[in-house]
Every structure is written in structure tokens, then in C-alpha cells.
């Protein structure tokens, strides 16, 4: 079931372009605030598109209250998820406090963010899909693979590239052992692998370096 979420101002346009270039939504929520013109707003979408979309539902957000919006959001969330649920966004609509709730929620429920530019032409030009970083639950991780992705942190402010030799080095164990947590890191977004430049600034064809990523930088910082 795909479900999608958009925030309502004051315009219709932005709203049914991102969903003309999605298909097959099962459910749109809605999100509007108190004010009477983005309610009405909202209930002009969900003429236009009853006939296309089996379910539409308003809801309602507070103006100014990040967290707030981002409870209904949750809510929504919590309300539809299943196991073959999937999510989409919309952040084009309502206020960029609004927009900056809902892709902040984005990243929790694991929806797709799209915005709709303000340009003339095609309309699936129009449109585009931002990507976002993919929801990482470190605690979940065992202590080496922390450990390995803080060395690799520490390394990328000494400047000096890492191998997985190296690592093997560090913590004394081997390079299967080096692989296997490398490769959560690398499927969850924090490290990529590219091609190892010696200190002559040649690259060497027979190794692999590991870098972090911009997502693996924070996370790292933090642990």
C-alpha cells in the first residue's frame, strides 16, 4: 500500500502535480491547518482526486509547531504502517516550517520526498525526488563495527586513506572478519568504497580505500 503525505497552503498546483507523477497511491493524507483557506485548499485536492485515489483523508497540523506536525505525521504513520506499506512526501506545500517537519519525518517513516520546482514545461520535469538519507539504527550495531567506522572517522581527519588491511591491523582480526562489518556500513549508507590513491597521488588499481560518507561523517561524530 503506498501512502502518500503532503502539507496544504494555499495552492492546489503543487500538490496535484507531485501526485500526477506518482502512481499508484492507495491513500493521501492531507495536511492542513486551522486556517480556513488552506482547509478549503485541501478539500478542493481531495475533489479532484476522489476519483483516482481509493482513500483521501484531511488532517490537521498545528501552524507553528514543529514537533506537533510531526506527531500527526507520525500518527499517520503508525496508523497505516504494515509490511507491505510504502510512503511517499510532498514539500512543496504549506510553510517551510511544514516542509521542514515533514522531511524531518521522512527519515524516520522511510517515505520518498518530492517537490515540485516552480518552472515551466513537462511536468515530469517539474517534479523531482530528493534523496534522503536512509534511517540508521547504530544501537542495533556490534561494538567492532562502531569501532571500525569511529577508526575510519579518525583516519579521515589525520587525512590518511584506510584500507581493509589495515583495519585487520588495528583490531587483530581478519579480513573476513573485516568484510562482514564493512559491509553493514556500506549497506547502510556510512561508508563507500573507491579507489585507493598511494601517498604519490597515483591510484593503485589492486586496492580499495573505504571513505566515509556525508551521512557516515555525522553518525560517527556521534558515537
Known amino acids: 500500500m503506498h501512502v502518500h503525505i503532503a502539507p496544504v497552503g494555499f495552492s492546489k498546483e503543487p500538490i496535484l502535480k507531485v501526485i500526477s507523477m506518482i502512481p499508484g497511491?492507495?491513500?493521501?493524507?492531507?495536511?492542513?491547518?486551522?486556517?480556513?483557506?488552506?482547509r478549503r485548499t485541501a478539500e478542493e485536492i481531495r475533489d479532484s482526486v476522489s476519483c483516482m485515489i481509493p482513500r483521501v483523508s484531511l488532517r490537521t497540523i498545528p501552524f507553528s509547531d514543529f514537533m506537533g506536525i510531526v506527531s500527526v505525521i507520525y500518527g499517520i504513520y503508525e496508523d497505516t504502517n504494515s509490511k507491505d506499506s510504502e510512503y511517499s512526501v510532498n514539500i512543496t506545500g504549506g510553510t517551510n516550517l511544514m516542509a521542514a517537519a515533514t522531511c524531518y519525518s521522512s527519515y524516520y517513516i522511510r517515505a520518498k520526498i518530492y517537490y515540485s520546482l516552480n518552472?515551466?514545461?513537462?511536468?515530469?520535469?517539474?517534479?523531482?525526488?530528493?534523496?534522503?538519507?536512509?534511517?540508521?539504527?547504530?544501537?542495533?550495531?556490534?561494538?567492532?563495527?562502531?569501532?571500525?567506522?569511529?577508526?575510519?572517522?579518525?583516519?579521515?581527519?589525520?587525512?590518511?586513506?584506510?584500507?581493509?588491511?589495515?583495519?585487520?591491523?588495528?583490531f587483530g582480526i581478519n579480513k573476513q572478519k573485516v568484510g562482514y562489518h564493512v559491509k553493514i556500513l556500506v549497506e547502510d549508507g556510512l561508508l563507500e568504497k573507491c579507489p585507493y590513491i598511494n601517498d604519490k597521488g597515483v591510484v593503485d588499481a589492486r586496492k580499495n580505500s573505504l571513505r566515509l560518507t556525508a551521512q557516515g561523517v555525522m553518525i560517527a561524530n556521534t558515537i
Not at 497511491?25 to 488552506?38: C, G, P, Q, V
Not at 518552472?119 to 547504530?138: F, H, L, N, R
Not at 563495527?145 to 585487520?168: E, H, M
Open 25 to 38: 497511491i492507495d491513500s493521501l493524507f492531507l495536511l492542513h491547518t486551522a486556517n480556513d483557506d488552506s
Open 119 to 170: 518552472s515551466e514545461g513537462p511536468i515530469d520535469s517539474q517534479v523531482i525526488e530528493i534523496t534522503a538519507p536512509k534511517a540508521v539504527d547504530v544501537s542495533g550495531y556490534k561494538g567492532m563495527t562502531k569501532d571500525i567506522l569511529r577508526y575510519v572517522f579518525d583516519c579521515r581527519n589525520s587525512g590518511n586513506p584506510v584500507t581493509s588491511t589495515q583495519i585487520a591491523s588495528r
